[in-house]
């Protein structure tokens, strides 16, 4: 695993998600109140883009149904059988930094 810069923390204001293509992988970078989450980018629902979707608060929204995930935990807040994956997330300076196979 190797931590891959992904974005700056200056362009990632507060309430603000972001699309990530890194290699083959997909994520969503979201910026929760000041602190930085990442979570696979694929929504487990139907393949929706939630890097495209929206934050209110700690919620992901996918943009294709709307299903909601907790960016801390990637926790979908109607049945916790549905996961995103957390993706490990570095700042170093103005850079973000996730840590991707």
């Not at 990530?20 to 994520?27: C, W």
């Not at 980018?41 to 929204?61: D, E, K, M, N, S």
Request: proline share 6%; hydrophobic share 40%; net charge negative.
């Amino acid at each position: 695993m190797a931590f891959v810069k992904v974005g700056s923390l200056s362009k990632l204001p507060a309430g603000s998600v972001v699309e990530a293509l890194v290699g083959n992988g997909t994520y969503a970078v979201c910026n929760a109140g000041g602190e930085i989450h990442a979570l696979d980018g694929i929504c487990p629902h139907a393949g929706g883009p939630l890097g495209q979707g929206a934050l209110h608060g700690t919620t992901l929204v996918c943009p294709w149904h709307a299903w909601e995930y907790d960016c801390r935990t990637g926790a979908n807040e109607m049945d916790d059988g549905f996961m995103v994956a957390k993706v490990p997330v570095k700042i170093d300076g103005d850079d973000i930094l996730i840590d991707v196979p």
